[in-house]
């Protein structure tokens, strides 16, 4: 009877919490994403090889030069020469008895290397776009791609019961890290490693031969679409080339960034889950300092206030579907505990094997007549 008394008036106080609360929860949340797209790094480390194979052995062609000069000042006579003496007798100084020609004047040839080719140009612009494309990629893309989703939780409430005033403050802080590590082909190299190895091959373009006498002579740059000569269209590098120069020119950026602030203010369903959360607590609290409680008038209490919340979420719940969702929780409850203990055993099993084990050696230690 004294228990049902403690029960009613456990249950008036609950009532009297639970009119008199007043309370407040507050989400904050701050998500930012950044997902980086790495396969543009992939691709110029592919392409590098081929650049490397056309700077080291160039496309040339001979250009003549050609000029009418005093006979002692000719570097060479040719057969060109010979043939536009010829068609120019006016240049004829003299001719001996025995037939020799003494000209006055004589076409003279000068033959000379240009590395000024459209091919060569192509090359020439293609490194001048990959060196500024890789400058723009490095400055945007990061080490590795990440998330952080931080959220801050404020629960404030005060309630009243009898002459008690209650106040309650709680703060939840959680903070979701996650790193994604890129995909990597050379796992030996990082990030940071693999992008100073292309600059050192890029920079060493820039002062080849070929780069250097090009932009010596201030050649113009090729513009898209690229001409389809001989050279570009056969040769294994210049194909390789065009496929960079045609991936820089339609490159589409597909980093993803994402930034998100939300402020939340619950007034409904959370909240009151929270507040019922409270009850408990403070229900708990009152049961250590109050005498007379006992665990089953607890038990009472919060199985009480735990139906209460599952048929204020549910009202279709039936008993028979209440006592089939208890007897399932007790029944996993059961298992888990079950599962601890053989882990705890387990523990405590392989503990004792390896104190027996060093038990044993010392005693046959001891009894070869040696020493611990």
């Known amino acids: 009877m004294d228990e049902e008394v403690l029960v009613e008036e456990d249950s008036s106080k609950s009532d009297s919490f639970m009119n008199h609360l007043s309370s407040t929860l ?16 992939d691709i110029i480390e592919d392409v590098l090889p081929y650049l490397d194979n056309i700077l080291r052995n160039p496309k040339r062609f001979i250009i003549n030069e050609e000029e009418i000069v005093k006979v002692e000042l000719a570097r060479k006579v040719t057969v060109e020469s010979v043939i536009h003496l010829t068609q120019h007798t006016n240049l004829i100084q003299d001719i001996d008895k025995n ?14 290397e240009s590395l000024d080719t459209y091919e060569n140009r192509f090359i020439y612009t293609l490194i001048q776009n990959l060196r500024t494309f890789f400058e723009q990629r490095v400055e945007t893309t990061g080490d590795n791609s990440y998330y952080v989703d931080k959220k801050n939780l404020k629960y404030e409430a005060t309630s009243r019961v009898g002459t008690e005033d209650i106040h309650v403050s709680l703060f939840i802080d959680a903070v979701d890290k996650n790193i994604m590590q890129m ?14 190895n292309v600059k050192v091959q890029i920079d060493g373009f820039m002062g080849s031969e070929l780069m250097q006498t090009l932009a010596k002579l201030h050649v113009s740059p090729v513009r898209s679409p ?6 570009i269209l056969k040769n ?6 065009e496929a960079l120069w045609n991936y820089i020119q339609t ?8 930034n998100n602030k939300e402020d939340y203010y619950d007034e409904g369903a959370l909240k009151n889950e929270y507040d019922q959360a409270i009850l408990l607590t403070y229900l708990a609290n009152r049961s250590i300092t109050e005498k007379g409680l006992s665990e089953k008038q607890m038990l009472q209490e919060r199985t009480y206030q735990l139906i209460e919340n599952l048929l204020d979420a549910d009202d279709l719940l039936t008993e028979d579907k209440l006592k089939e969702v208890f007897n399932q929780q007790i029944a996993n409850v059961k298992q888990e505990n079950q599962r601890k203990k053989k882990v705890i055993l387990k523990v405590f099993q392989e503990r004792l094997e ?17 020493s611990l």
Do not use: C, H
């Not at 037939?99 to 033959?111: A, E, H, T």
């Not at 995909?183 to 100073?196: H, I, S, V, W």
């Not at 294994?236 to 080339?241: D, I, L």
């Open 26 to 41: 507050a989400v904050k949340r701050d998500y930012e994403m950044r997902q980086y797209d790495y396969q543009w790094l």
């Open 99 to 112: 037939g020799d020609v003494k000209p006055s004047k004589i076409l003279n040839i000068n033959k000379e």
């Open 183 to 196: 995909d990597n082909e050379k796992p030996k190299l990082t990030y940071a490693q693999r992008l100073k």
């Open 226 to 231: 690229i001409r389809k000569t001989n050279v």
């Open 236 to 241: 294994p590098n210049f194909q390789k080339a």
């Open 251 to 258: 490159y589409v950026n597909q980093d993803k960034n994402e």
């Open 354 to 370: 390896r104190d027996m084990k060093k038990i044993i050696d010392a005693t046959q230690l001891l009894e070869e007549g040696g």
